[in-house]
């Protein structure tokens, strides 16, 4: 409650003080005055906290300080409900911010794509899809249909597993499990997998598997064992069934009001980002790994797919059927 309360408060301050600086298409500011605020719901030493950091350092070079971004970690200013909601009015005290890749339900219907299970074979398969005709399409989208967000580059934080309270070894080990779920893309998995959906917040989770009212969820390995849900969920199988696809976007008010100089600068700083992002995160998941193990967790690897994928067929095909090229090229862009 009185978190709440003190997040409210700051956002009135930040629309106070910054308000009267932002970024607007009806004028251009001169670079030296170009300051810009950032919101990232993970803390600063997260993957993509790392990442953020690394994108504001590449900006304030190239720009020679004359574009300075001020990150604001932790959620400091709201989730990413409300951050993508301030970001698409034409006066957002929040110029950028680092998101969910799927953003289907703020009208950038293509991203959804990103989140169909067993899409990327392989982090090496999703590096090689973000260098693609494809996710410039999905980039842009948001843009094109003037929704009032551009997104700028796409990164990963690492494959999402299902962890379990109960051994877990094959598909067969996932039937009839209570599985927590957040939307419909969970939703469709668990169905398929023949799981019992529960709906849940995530910060019900830790007690949900101790109460025993699920036995299964997913996680990334980072959020996995730096929220210790090795204690109450000891059971890893490395299905990878859906990567954690992430973008950073900048408000499309702020964008347009960009010399192309500028605008050139976010673009360079976001590809710096990307490779800065996929060796943290390589190094970072062997390392989690190796800990786990050292701790007792239960991993085990899956070397064929081919059961997971044949379980979600009818799933992905009714998830990419709306564009059912371009999902194509998504995974062809291994090759």
């Known amino acids: 409650m009185f978190r709440n309360y003190l997040n409210k408060i700051t956002v009135l301050i930040f629309t106070v003080l910054f308000l009267l600086s932002s970024c607007t298409p009806k004028k251009k500011q001169a670079a030296s ?5 950032m919101a990232e719901v993970n803390a600063e030493d997260s993957i993509c906290g790392q990442m953020d950091h690394a994108f504001k350092q590449k900006v304030e070079e190239l720009s020679k300080n004359k574009i300075i971004i ?9 989730d990413e409900k409300h951050v993508l909601q301030s970001l698409m009015t034409a006066d957002s005290y929040i110029h950028l ?62 494959f999402r597993h299902f962890i379990s309270s109960k051994p877990v070894y094959s598909v067969k080990s996932i039937r009839g499990k209570k599985m927590r779920v957040s939307g419909t893309i ?27 009212e699920i036995q299964l969820a997913d996680q990334p390995l980072s959020n996995y064992y730096a929220d210790n849900f090795y204690i109450c969920a000891p059971y890893v199988i490395l299905d990878a069934h ?15 009001s960009l010399s192309e100089e500028q605008q050139k600068i976010f673009i360079q700083a976001g590809q710096y980002a990307q490779d800065f992002c996929r060796q943290i995160e390589k190094d970072s998941e062997a390392e989690t790994i190796r800990i786990l193990t050292e701790k007792g967790v239960s991993v085990t690897r899956v ?31 291994v090759n």
């Open 186 to 212: 969970l939703t469709g998995i668990a169905n398929s997998l023949e799981a019992e959906p529960v709906y849940m917040n995530f910060n019900r989770l830790a007690r949900a598997f101790a109460s025993g």
């Open 33 to 37: 005055e170009l300051t810009l605020v």
């Open 242 to 256: 859906m990567i954690g696809a992430v973008q950073t976007v900048i408000s499309a008010s702020c964008w347009d």
């Open 303 to 333: 070397s064929d797919k081919t059961p997971w994928k044949n379980a979600c067929s009818d799933f992905i095909q009714k998830s990419s059927e709306e564009y059912p090229e371009l999902y194509k090229q998504i995974l062809e862009s």
């Open 70 to 78: 001020n990150i604001k970690y932790n959620g400091i200013l709201g």
């Open 97 to 158: 911010a680092r998101v969910g890749a799927n953003l289907s339900a703020y009208g950038a219907k293509k991203s959804a794509l990103l989140s169909i299970p067993y899409t990327f074979e392989n982090n090496e398969h999703f590096w090689k899809f973000t260098q693609s005709r494809a996710a410039q399409e999905i980039l842009n989208e948001a843009y094109e249909k003037n929704t009032g967000i551009k997104g700028l580059f796409f990164a990963e934080e690492g």
